[in-house]
C-alpha cells in the first residue's frame, strides 16, 4: 500500500473513532497506573459492563498523560461532547461513572479532572486549566494518552510517518542532518551533544552502521525513555528510522532492561506493525533506503546506559566500558560504525522534520531549543512526568505544576540529573530549565529527573544513598571507580553514624579529584558529585552529624540495608547438575 | 532440586526469542524459562555460542539479575535507590527482613520467599515501590507490605 493510501485508511479510521456513534473510552496504562493502580482490571471491568448491557463501545488503553498523581486516568468521548477525563479511577467506580454518562448524559463530578477539546461543558473546567497540564508544551509526548499505544493507524492519522515520508522521498541524507543541526536538538540522555552534528560523524562511511536507541535509563527519579516507549512506541521508531537514513545506516537497536514487560512488548509490537505497513524493512516507501530495528535486552547493570558498555551489552558481553579513542562513530558495535541516541532525542526528530527546523528553534532557548521532559518524584505534591519549554524555571516547575511540597513542610534540597547529578539548595529555584544554565548553576538536566526533598531529610542521609547506589553500580572495571566509590561510601557511612572529623572532608575531596582525572567513563568521572555538590550547599549537615547531632534525625532512622553479593565463586561451585 | 538436562537447555537456547544471539540473550533466555542458571546452562551455553565457559561465567557473573538457585515460590523486590528511601524504603527493608528472619536479601530457608532490593524499579512517582512476583505496587508503607505478603502464606 502507497503511504498516501495508508493515510487516507488510518485518517477514516480515526474519523469513526471520534465521530462515529459509539463512545470511544481511553484508558491510561502506563508504568504507574498499568501495572501499579491496575488499570489492567479497569479495562476488563469496562469491557464487561458493555457486553452484558450491550452497549457498543471502541476502548483502547492509551499511555501516560503525566498527571501520575491522578492515575489511573479514563475519558470518554462520545455524541460530540469534549474528552471528559475522571482520575484515580478504580475497578469499583469506573461502572458508576460510565453508567451514568453513557446511559443518562451525567457526569460525576466525584474524581472529576475536566474536559479536553474545543467545546466545553457548562460547569466542568477544562483540563488544559490544570496546572500540572496548562504549563506542558508536549511535543516528544504529543500522542501520549491521546492513541492506543498498540495502534498505528492511529499515530499515523495524527501526522505519524509524515516525517519519514518526507526525509526519504524528498530529502537526501545530508539535508536531513543539516535540518536536525539547524534545529538546534541536543541529546537528551545527559550529555547535550548536538544530534545532528553526532550524525555527521557517520555520513562517510561505508558498509553496516547502526543506530542505538539507548532506553537504559536505570536513573533513580527518571521514567520518561520509559514514559515515551509505553506511551507512543511509534515516535521513537520514526525518529530511529529517520536517523538510519540520515546516517545511511542498515540496522537500529532499541536497547532496554530486560524485566520491563511493557515498554519492551510495546515495542516489538509497534516494530512488528511498522513492518507489516512497510515502514521498516527493505526498500522503504519504494525507494532504496531500508533498515531493520530489534529490541535488545541487557541485564541489570546501570553502567549499561553509558554508549561504549551499551555496546559491549549489546554484543552480548558485560556492559563495562571501553576506552576512547576510537569513538563509536569509528568502531561501535561489532566494530561497524554506531551512533547511539537517548529515546527522548529521537523522540523529536519526526516532528522536527515534519514540522521543520525553524519551528523547533524557535521554542526554547537561544542554547538549548524544544522541550525537557521533567519527573517529578519525592516530596511532592503531584509527582509526574511533564514536558516542558527550556528556558522555565525549576520553582515554575516545582511549585506550580508539582503543586509545591505537601504536609506543610519546606524545600530543603533538589536533586537533578540522576544520582551522578547534584545536589541543590533551595536557592536553585530561580535556575531555568537549559542545559547551559543548569551547568553553571552547578547541575546537570541529564535525563530530566527531578527528585524534591523536604526538610525531613538530612544532606548526609541523601547523600549516602546516592553514594550507595553509584558503589553498588560501579562496573569495577576500573579502580579509581571500583575502590573510589567504595572509599566514599565509607566515609561518608561513618559520618551518617555520628563519627569522622573534618579531615574526612579533605580526603574524599582528594579521591573525589583522583577518580574525576582516572576513571574510564562518567560514572566514576562523575561519582563524587553528589558529595562536593551536598558540602557546597550543606556542609552544615554533615559537621553536624560528625558530632553526633543529626540535623534531622534521618540519618538514624533511616538505615539502608545494602544488598549482599549471594552469587557462588565461580561456576564450578553452583550446586546441582 | 529438579534436574535439567542439556536437551532442554539446548531447546530453550534454539528458540530463544531474541534475533540477535548473544551470550547475554542466551543467558536471559534460560533465566526467563528456568527462573535460573543452572550450572549446565553456563556450559551448554558456551557450546551453544562456540565460547568458553569462563566467557559464560563472566556475563553471567556480571548482570546482577543472575541467580544460580531455583528461586522462591514468590520474589519480593524492594526498591532503594534515593527516591524510595527518602519516602521510606529503609523501613520496609528492615520490616521485610524481620518478618522473613533474613538478615539481607536472598531466600527463606522453607524456600517461599526470595527477597530482593532493586536499585530502581521505574515507578518512582509512586515511591516507594515495591514488586512482588512481578507486579509493582506504590506508595507502599511497613503494614501494608506484611499485609500482602500473609496473603501469599
Known sequence: MSFEALKRDSDKRWLDLTTGSKPWIRVSSAMCCGTSLESDSIVSEIVNYSEKNKIPINIDTVGCHGICYAGPIIDILYKGQPRIFWGNVTRDNVIKILDNYIKNDEVLTDNLLGTLGDRFIKGIKKIGDLPGMSLQNRIALRNSGNIAFNDIYQYIANGGFEGLHKAVTKMSSDEVISEVKDSGLRGRGGAAFPTGLKWSFMANSKGVKYILCNCEEGDPGAYNDKGILESDPYTLIEGMAIAGYATKSTNGYVFIRHGHDDPIDRTKEAIQQAYDNGLLGNNIFGSDFSFDIEVSLTGDSYVAGEETALMESVEGLSARPRSRPPFPAAYGVWGHPSTINNVKSLAYVSEIIRNGSEWFKSIGTESSSGTAIVCLSGDILHPGMYEVEMGISIEDVVKKIGGGIPDGRSLKMLQTGGPLGGVLGPDSLKVKIDFDEMAKAGAILGSGGIIIVDDRTCAVDLTKSLVAFCQYESCGKCFPCRLGMTHLLEIVEKISRGKGNLTDLDLMNKIGRNMQAGSLCGHGQLGYNPISSALKHFQKDFESCMDGNCPTGSCNERQIVFPENTRPNSWQTIKGN | ?153
Open chain 2, 1 to 153: 532440586m529438579k534436574n535439567i538436562n542439556n536437551e532442554q537447555i539446548l531447546n530453550i537456547l534454539k528458540n530463544q526469542d531474541h534475533t540477535t544471539v548473544t551470550i547475554l540473550s542466551s543467558l536471559l533466555s534460560v533465566q526467563d524459562e528456568i527462573g535460573y542458571l543452572p550450572k549446565n546452562a553456563i556450559s551448554s551455553i558456551a557450546d551453544f555460542m562456540n565460547v568458553t565457559t569462563n566467557d559464560v561465567w563472566g556475563v553471567a557473573s556480571y548482570y546482577l539479575n543472575f541467580r544460580f538457585n531455583p528461586p522462591g515460590q514468590h520474589t519480593i523486590e524492594i526498591c532503594w535507590g534515593p527516591s524510595c528511601h527518602i519516602r521510606g524504603a529503609s523501613k520496609l527493608q528492615s520490616s521485610v527482613l524481620e518478618k522473613l528472619k533474613l538478615k539481607n536479601q536472598g531466600d527463606t530457608s522453607d524456600g517461599k520467599f526470595t527477597l530482593k532490593f532493586n536499585t530502581c524499579l521505574g515507578a518512582c512517582p509512586q515511591a516507594p515501590m515495591i514488586s512482588i512476583d512481578h507486579k509493582l505496587s506504590g506508595k507502599m508503607n511497613s503494614s501494608k507490605l506484611l499485609k500482602m505478603l500473609d496473603k501469599l502464606n
